[in-house]
């Protein structure tokens, strides 16, 4: 009887599951409907132009995030991508482009591919041996490319082309002396390695391409070279140029006949040189052909001279002042320089924005650029070539220029520029200005994004306001409200025709593009503005519902590697106060912080002004009290225990004096391994209260994670089957606190779990798992807590879920105090087995907390899973008994199950996930997702169905027909009615 009431428990939760799959299912004309995603490439580090025609289609490029990418020329999408490893092991050291295919080197020389550019298929791909790499190159004889080289630190190797098998791999004299950092192949059977002991000498090896053979070894005294990168370059016909920046000299060596280098003085050629930062800068037209003859020499950052070195005599051929950025190009025979220059002049904007038509640059927020052309023979300028564009002040600077360069039908020469500004930003360019596309590669590395309410329309605002105030008068407000009903009467049939005018356009017509001005809140709140702050410190206001850029903000003076924290201190709910948002930036080097205050629906700076930080900061907290203008107080705590508050009126120091008892903080010594609590005076000075110690030499801490400020609680027990109530422990200030074991041993290491009181410091509940590691990812919300591990025993990815309840009786029902909690919770703790690693783990939020929480897993394919919580319930009875029936337990089963219909993103992946961000809409059903990483998907999850929305196929003519059919059916039931009754009277 038992047996079969277990079946029976068991095949009713695989129902259920069914069901939970069908309900959390995407339909086919869903699909793009409440979800859009973007893609992204990085910073650019190589850029390939397809030459196999006149006018490229695609660009090939491979970028900083260890992707190797195809960009449609025309529009600035992605033809194909191609994502590697994250860290060194996937990075891309070298791109080389032979014909229709792109040879990548990877992994610090770990591995050797070749995609075809058209499709983005791999052709071949080989290992090659280890050892640091250094650079790749092309081994040509008669004007073809013969053999692909790469040069490690102690080796040289040769690769076929076709294949990428190895000809032959020699070793490299003096190597652990000798930086081998230069790769030379003249035509003639020769290859030469060129490297340099830093500070003593120049050396250069030539072998023989046929069978690898040792043909010639020279030494050439230079003490004052540390290294050839950026130094030196090759140059015509086998000639090495290299610049002194002491001397002010350029020194000359021939490789096939010279052992020893010619010093040209910059004086000879009358330049005038005011700051000296040498740089070399060559160009080979083709990966077949020789060294150009002329090469620039970049004296500062913007200065550049055009020389040439013809038989050992180095020339001007024309100085570039006040450049900014250089490019070579090659046209058929003809080979230009591009020039870009910053425009000094101010004219008017026509053809580059047409917000802007009509006003000067200075007055429009906007820097103008001028690209010129010009033949790298003579240095003479092209005329008719000259591309001019604009930069919003409020964004980067140009640091990169790829041109690519072709032959009109009257033989003359066109031009595309690919410029990347200093935030990262690509911008493609087409004679005389016109900008083909932009693509804002900034995005891939968000570190942190908020989401905030649209503000009220006019009409929205109008009727807020309709009824006036009372000192307006009894006349003053009826005037008032009927103003406002004759705006919305407006609104409304301004409304009627747009839909009857747009009606009659064909569907392709119809534009519905979101701008600054349309932007309003809709119906049910899921309209929001995103803002993300990403790692080069530029800003974005991202529309939610179409990933529309609405806005972009750069802060010119945010050091690499800084971190940032981003906190909403006024929502637009407090009108006519406009929206204010914080962004504290920490440098990483001096820990030095700044505040920038902004409007995030407009992206504009704020009038306030923030107070400036003397002291590295350690902590921030945003405080639910507000000031007279309802923006919520930002406490900032120092290095020396000194607390600074943000707004700093009069008022906010009156409540903060009011409320200091109340007020409390931690802080986190990782080092140490210290927590700390603390206490604010009224003074605006600290106290600290107690502290906890965790053994750093035993383990470390890895994560603290406490709960959202955001977050509501709908129920505060759990009813169970025999009718009586569970209550949770909900504590507001717990602290949940991952440990990692410093013993890297299989057998001893583990991870530790703390919940600790964040106001009295006391120890809630520890928990150990043994034979565990890391990476640990942690979700904790309301008297629940999940984490994922790996099991070094058992080796696989395990969930472990743990709830706290304070039993049957509920010590005080109206408010919570961590001062007053005589006893301890009762803790329930149980683990799963996951069939997956993990990227990152985050809850749904919905604005009630009536709607059941779900998971969001995302996994390293990019796919992100919606995983009930239901099933990671620790009480999950192994065997079903009536009462776990009556709550709708399911069965206990160590595995977790892994279904597709519960990927939200179905085939939508995100590269390398960062995070996942949820936010509650104005639907209690509904929940807001956003994942970032190399890519951003933005969607809505319903973890317990829309039972708040009418679906989409709800049947409105059926329902209006029935309405009106018993409407009708009452009045003539009415008439028969009174029919009846007359004709009785008469009787």
């Avoid at 590295?616 to 120092?638: E, G, H, N, T």
Wanted: aromatic content about 10%; proline content about 5%.
């Amino acid at each position: 009887m038992g047996s079969t009431m277990a079946v029976k428990g068991f095949f009713q939760a695989v129902s259920f599951i069914a069901l939970i799959a069908e309900m959390m299912a995407v339909y086919e004309d869903q699909v793009g409907k409440f979800d859009w995603r973007q893609q992204y490439v990085g910073k650019l580090q190589n850029v390939a132009f397809d030459t196999a025609t006149q006018l490229s289609r695609r660009l090939v490029v491979t970028t900083e995030k260890n992707v190797i990418a195809a960009l449609n020329a025309r529009t600035g999408e992605l033809f194909w991508r191609h994502v590697d490893r994250t860290g060194p092991e996937g990075r891309i050291d070298a791109l080389l482009t032979l014909g229709q295919d792109a040879v990548t080197v990877s992994g610090g020389g770990r591995m050797l591919r070749s995609w075809e550019t058209n499709i983005g298929g791999l052709n071949w791909e080989t290992p090659l041996d280890a050892g640091s790499f250094q650079l790749a190159g092309v081994v040509a004889t008669s004007d073809s490319v013969k053999y692909i080289a790469v040069v490690k630190k102690g080796s040289l190797s040769l690769h076929y082309p076709s294949n990428g098998h190895q000809k032959w791999m020699e070793s490299l004299p003096d190597s652990d002396v000798v930086q081998y950092e230069m790769l030379y192949s003249g035509g003639a059977g020769v290859v030469y390695v060129l490297g340099v002991a830093p500070q003593k000498h120049l050396t250069f090896v030539a072998f023989s391409v046929a069978d690898g053979e040792l043909i010639q070894q020279v030494t050439v005294e230079a003490p004052w070279i540390e290294t050839l990168k950026d130094v030196c370059g090759m140059v015509g016909s086998g000639t090495l140029v290299c610049v002194e920046p002491f001397s002010h000299s350029l020194y000359l060596l021939t490789l096939e006949t010279e052992q020893e280098m010619k010093q040209v003085p910059l004086q000879s050629l009358a330049l005038e040189i005011e700051v000296f930062q040498p740089k070399i800068i060559t160009y080979q037209p083709s990966l077949a052909s020789s060294p150009l003859s002329r090469f620039f020499l970049q004296v500062s950052p913007n200065h550049f001279v055009l020389l040439q070195c013809q038989n050992g005599v180095v020339s001007l051929v024309r100085d570039f002042a006040q450049a900014l950025l250089i490019s070579f190009a090659t046209a058929g025979e003809k080979t230009v320089a591009a020039v870009l220059f910053p425009k000094p002049e101010v004219v008017k904007t026509s053809g580059t924005s047409d917000a802007h038509e009509g006003s000067s640059p200075e007055e429009a927020g906007l820097l103008m650029y001028n690209i010129q052309l010009y033949l790298a023979d003579s240095g003479r300028r092209l005329l008719e070539t000259t591309i001019t564009f604009s930069v919003e002040k409020n964004c980067g600077r140009p640091e990169q220029m790829y041109v690519q360069a072709f032959l009109k039908k009257d033989d003359s020469v066109g031009y595309r520029a690919l410029v990347q500004t200093t935030d990262h930003m690509i911008t493609f360019l087409q004679q005389p200005g016109k900008v083909l596309w932009t693509r804002e590669e900034a995005l891939v590395e968000v570190v942190t994004m908020e989401m905030v309410d649209l503000p009220l329309t006019g009409t929205q605002a109008e009727l807020e306001g309709e009824f006036g105030k009372k000192a307006d008068g009894l006349m003053g407000m009826f005037l008032k409200r009927l103003s406002s009903q004759l705006i919305l009467l407006q609104a409304w049939i301004a409304h009627l025709w747009k839909l009857f005018y747009d009606a009659r356009k064909p569907r392709s017509q119809v534009k519905n593009e979101i701008t600054i001005d349309n932007l309003a809140r809709d119906e049910f709140n899921l309209q929001k503005m995103m803002v993300m702050v990403t790692a080069s410190g530029k800003l974005f206001g991202i529309e939610s519902s179409s990933g529309t850029i609405l806005w972009k903000q750069y802060l010119q003076n945010v050091k690499t590697g800084s971190s940032f924290k981003l906190v909403v201190q006024r929502t637009t709910a407090h009108f006519p106060h406009p929206p204010q948002c914080t962004l504290l930036i920490k440098d990483k080097e001096s820990g030095l912080s700044s505040i920038y205050v902004f409007n995030p629906i407009f992206g504009k700076q704020s009038h306030v002004v923030p107070p400036v930080l003397h002291h590295p900061v350690l902590q921030s907290l945003l405080l639910p009290i507000m000031d007279q203008d309802y923006a919520k107080v930002l406490l900032v705590i120092d290095d020396k225990y000194k607390v600074t508050s943000f707004p700093s009126s009069k008022y906010v120091l009156q409540q903060l004096q009011e409320l200091a008892p109340s007020i409390f903080f931690y802080l986190v010594d990782i080092i140490q391994g210290k927590l700390c609590g603390f206490r604010l005076q009224k003074d605006l000075t600290t106290e600290e209260i107690w502290q906890v110690v965790i053994p750093p030499e035993l383990q470390r801490i890895v994560s603290v994670k406490g709960k959202r400020s955001n977050e509501h609680v709908h129920s505060q027990g759990r009813v169970m089957g025999d009718r009586s109530v569970l209550y949770k422990y909900l504590n507001p200030n717990l602290l949940a606190v991952v440990t990692e074991s410093t013993d890297p041993h299989q057998e001893r290491t583990f991870i530790g779990v703390y919940l600790i009181d964040a106001v009295t410091g006391r120890i809630i509940h520890e928990s150990v798992q043994r034979k565990a590691k890391g990476p640990v990812y942690l979700v904790h919300s309301e008297n629940w807590l999940v984490y994922q591990y790996w099991n070094t025993k058992a080796r696989r990815n395990e969930f472990t879920v743990q709830e706290l309840y304070e039993g049957t009786e509920q010590y005080n029902s109206t408010a919570f105090s961590s001062l007053d909690r005589p006893h301890m919770p009762h803790v329930i703790q149980q683990s799963y087995i996951f069939p997956s690693a993990i990227s990152l783990l985050e809850s749904t939020i919905t604005e009630k907390g009536i709607t059941s929480r779900h998971l969001l897993v995302g996994l390293p394919s990019g796919a992100v899973l919606s995983l009930p919580k239901m099933f990671l319930d620790p009480r999950r009875p192994e065997i079903p008994s009536e009462q776990s029936r009556e709550e709708n337990l399911i069965p206990y089963a160590p595995e977790l199950p892994i279904r597709p219909e519960w990927y939200i993103n179905y085939n939508q992946t995100v590269s390398q996930i960062r995070g996942i961000y949820t936010a509650p809409s104005g639907l209690e059903s509904t929940c807001l997702v956003v994942v970032y990483g190399l890519d951003i998907y933005q969607t809505r999850v319903y973890p317990s169905k829309q039972f708040d929305v009418l679906k989409d196929d709800y049947d409105y003519v059926l329902i209006t027909g029935v309405l009106l059919g018993l409407v009708f059916a009452t009045m003539i039931t009415k008439r028969l009615a009174q029919v009846k009754l007359l004709n009785r009277a008469w009787r």
